[in-house]
């Protein structure tokens, strides 16, 4: 489902849609973003098996920022319907630890689902089938559900949100929900801006209508807070609209390595000068979200020194963010005297006592005596608690 950029300007719609609970004020306003971008009928045809991909990875209600908002999934479903839409599937796969059928519960899908004649699908219950990525860097064949592959039109429904590896979770990144479970965590291990990106060029949506009604900032994309921002974004290249909803939160080119990589590798337009965006301008509606932060000196205090040497935004986003998860657990104390070491130009810091922890592929071949390695690109804060046995 994968396709390359064309030579005309993509178009990126923006609509404010400023009543997060209110269904029909969602409605009008998808509507009004899908029309300025083409319509429905642009990309649904009479008779399509149309699949609608939310983002669904834990059982918390959208109202919290982590989930996409019901009243905007059954709003597309319905005008999906009027575009003539035979059959409309909702299908995720929650995050590892997570029940994606809990999800659905928590998130009213169940209810949505029986009242509107929609299928659920839990990818993880789902049947697997092997795709040949020839454009794949890291992954050459990858595993795809069948629900997946069955549908002729495939929308994608990512929530606007931090992300504790890769600074924000959008469209692109949204898709990650599609894999087999046990590919989750060698997407981290063999490097997971790639990853995603490789996921795309078998994966990537028809359509990608963004849920900014609400937001995550901070320590996302579960842990964070929510952000009322109150628009709708629509796009047929997920770069496009990806890299447009960055610039809203106010984050720069710079920090989303994995959006330009995926423009630079064909899937989309990534630089702004080379996007049309109708609507509500960037400007207007832009509103940046808080990033992750840590409390440096109580950090200083119990001597946990970070030595991040030319890092990429992936691994030191998950420093901050293991670093974060331990403190809200009460538990940062068991790091007194360690000292974090990553990225790209990694290397042991002279003159530094305590106990070395190198995170990340790029300081696998450092020595140092009694240094912990945490492999990864980036590694996952969990597992980072694993090997350290926290």
């Known amino acids: 489902m994968a396709r390359t950029a064309g030579m005309r300007k993509p178009v990126v719609s923006v609509v404010r849609c400023p009543q997060h609970d209110d269904y029909g004020k969602i409605h009008r306003s998808v ?23 939310p983002n669904l990875l834990c059982p918390k209600p959208y109202t919290t920022g982590a989930t996409t908002n019901p009243h905007l999934i059954r709003a597309v479903a319905d005008l999906c319907r009027r575009a003539g839409a035979k059959e409309i599937t909702v299908a995720d796969g929650a995050a590892v630890g997570h029940s994606t059928t809990a999800v659905f519960e928590n998130c009213g899908l169940l ?9 659920l699908v839990d990818f993880a219950k789902d049947e697997y089938q092997q795709v040949v990525n020839p454009l794949g860097k890291l992954w050459k064949r990858m595993r795809v559900p069948k629900t997946f592959l069955q549908a002729n039109v495939v929308i994608n429904l990512p929530v606007m949100k931090t992300h504790d590896a890769l600074g924000v979770t959008l469209g692109l990144k949204n898709m990650k929900g599609i894999i087999h479970v046990s590919d989750k965590k060698r997407f981290h291990k063999w490097g997971l801006a790639q990853s995603i990106v490789d996921l795309n060029h078998i994966a990537l949506a028809e359509l990608t209508i963004m849920d900014g009604t609400v ?54 337009q990534f630089e702004l000068e080379g996007i049309s965006v109708v609507g509500e301008t960037i400007e207007s509606v832009r509103r940046p979200f808080r990033r992750i932060s840590l409390d440096q000196e109580k950090l200083d205090q119990l001597g946990i020194h970070l030595f991040g040497y030319d890092a990429c935004s992936g691994c030191s986003h998950a420093v901050k963010s293991f670093l974060l998860g331990l403190e809200r657990k009460g538990g940062i104390g068991q790091l007194r005297g360690h000292n974090i070491i990553y990225g790209q130009n990694a290397r042991i810091p002279e003159g530094v006592e305590g ?34 046995n926290l």
Not at 32 to 50: M, T
Not at 229 to 242: K, R
Not at 244 to 253: D, L, N, P, T
């Open 31 to 53: 509507q009004e973003a899908v029309n300025l971008i083409g319509g429905f009928e642009a990309v649904v045809s009479p008779g399509d098996r149309v699949l609608l991909k």
């Open 215 to 268: 937001g995550m900032e901070g320590d996302g994309p579960v842990a964070g807070d929510p952000v009322n921002l109150g628009i709708v974004m629509a796009a047929t290249d997920t770069v496009a609209c990806d890299r447009v909803a960055c610039a809203i939160m106010g984050f720069s080119g710079d920090e989303v390595e994995y959006i330009a990589m995926a423009g630079e590798q064909g899937l989309g």
């Open 111 to 119: 209810e949505m689902a029986r009242e509107d004649d929609l299928a």
């Open 355 to 388: 106990i070395m922890v190198r995170v990340g592929v790029c300081t696998r071949e450092l020595c140092g005596a009694g240094a912990v390695y945490i492999p990864g690109c980036p590694p996952h804060p969990e597992h980072m608690e694993e090997k350290l």
